[in-house]
Nanobody
Framework: QVQLVESGGGLVQAGGSLRLSCAASGRTFSNYAMGWFRQAPGKEREFVAVINWSGGITYYPDSVKGRFTISRDNAKNTVYLQMNSLKPEDTAVYYC?????????????????WGQGTQVTVSS
């Protein structure tokens, strides 16, 4: 089992920045891809970003491309999501997830472990 704990959420003004963290524990996960998802009230879960732990390959949907950056610190078993130029439509609960493999389509690949989520609210 892998436990994932998100942190760093909060309230921020539009145009501001926020960095989310996802700390992993419980077992080794060197070959796990790590992803971020979000879900706003009344909306479906949305893919935000993914990173390949071994190759450093990243992928983003057009909705966040150029504004969000996913990164990793293997020594700390932690994945980050740097969010810049935040918009009110970014408001959602953000979830961290781990996957042993990410087959195409990348935006719909199933993940094996999930965190509890952290709230991000962007005001106008």
């Amino acid at each position: 089992q892998v436990q994932l704990v998100e942190s760093g959420g909060g309230l921020v003004q539009a145009g501001g920045s926020l960095r989310l963290s996802c700390a992993a524990s419980g077992r080794t996960f060197s070959n796990y891809a790590m992803g971020w998802f979000r879900q706003a009230p009344g909306k479906e879960r949305e893919f935000v970003a993914v990173i390949n732990w071994s190759g450093g390959i990243t992928y983003y949907p057009d909705s966040v491309k150029g504004r969000f950056t996913i990164s990793r610190d293997n020594a700390k078993n932690t994945v980050y999501l740097q969010m810049n130029s935040l918009k009110p439509e970014d408001t959602a609960v953000y979830y961290c997830a781990a996957a042993r493999r990410v087959p195409p389509p990348v935006t719909e690949a199933p993940y094996d472990y999930w965190g509890q989520g952290t709230q991000v609210t962007v005001s106008s």
